[in-house]
């Protein structure tokens, strides 16, 4: 049986692949911070044969992404795909429990967390991959280096786009780390897909279920090639696709050397929040 975690598997992308390992027969744990959300999801593929469970958990705190570490080893003996998804439009800057910027926690530090924390259970996986879904192959902007909770300069475009460069260094840094590994890491940018925008305020969210029920894709199309390459894998273990393309990894995004700076930052920060 295929055990697969989907952290942010409730709604949009995360769900249409969780729902696809329900369907073969999966043991699948889904991470959302809204429990009616979860409900609604463990009703929906109930009759699926599938195992399915939900865990309610809010992955900008650490302390919660260190229980989903814990909550998925007491479910699941190996992983073979851990799907990060989990991601909010903050329109105004939002600081978490910890004191970060709550969108380079989910982009970043929770992926971090759940990408190094589920290792050994990746590791004894049939076919294991990290499928991080991001905005992999956008090549504008950089991490902002000496502000990385965007404390002096915040707005939804620029912060999300350095959250997205940094996310673009985890698959770097990771297959750095476990150089004699067997999991991928798969970095994904997915076509524009008409997923629910929960998180976003009015009339924000009303304006973009418009947009994208007019221009966007179905979540099955929009989640189609990555389940394709999860699917088949490739051999290589860093895996980069933008809207169903393969991506250079030579491309000054995944620089190996800003990817070790980015590590070389990010293990303190995540060491002062155990204390
Ligand atoms: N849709 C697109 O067109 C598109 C394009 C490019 C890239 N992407 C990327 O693809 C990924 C998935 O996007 P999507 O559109 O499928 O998103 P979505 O439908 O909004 O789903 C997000 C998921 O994350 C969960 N989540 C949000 N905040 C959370 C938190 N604090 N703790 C735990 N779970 C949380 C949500 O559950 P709750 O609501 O219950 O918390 C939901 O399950 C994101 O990284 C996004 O940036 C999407």
Known sequence: MRNVLV????????????VHYLRRGARVTVVGSTPERGRAFLDDVAALPGEAAFVAADLTSLAENRRVIEEARSRHQALDALVLTAMVPFVKRKVTVDGFEAGFVLYYLSRFLLSYGLTDLLERGATPIIANIGATGITKGAVAWDDL?????????????????????????????????????FGI???YTNTPGNHLPQPL?????????????????????????????PAERLILRAVGKPVDPGLPTFDPANARRLYELTAPMLESVRR
């Open 149 to 185: 909770h965007s404390a002096r300069k915040y707005s939804l475009v620029h912060t999300t786009i350095a959250n997205g460069r940094a996310n673009d260094l985890l698959p770097i840094h990771y297959l750095q780390n476990h150089p004699d590994g067997r999991t991928k890491y």
């Open 189 to 191: 940018q997915p076509p």
């Open 7 to 18: 952290a942010g598997g409730t709604t949009g992308l995360g769900r249409e692949i969780a």
């Open 205 to 233: 969210r009303a304006l973009s279920r418009l947009t994208a029920a007019a221009f966007a894709k179905s979540p099955a199309d929009g989640a189609r090639d990555t389940l394709a390459v999860m699917d088949d894998q």
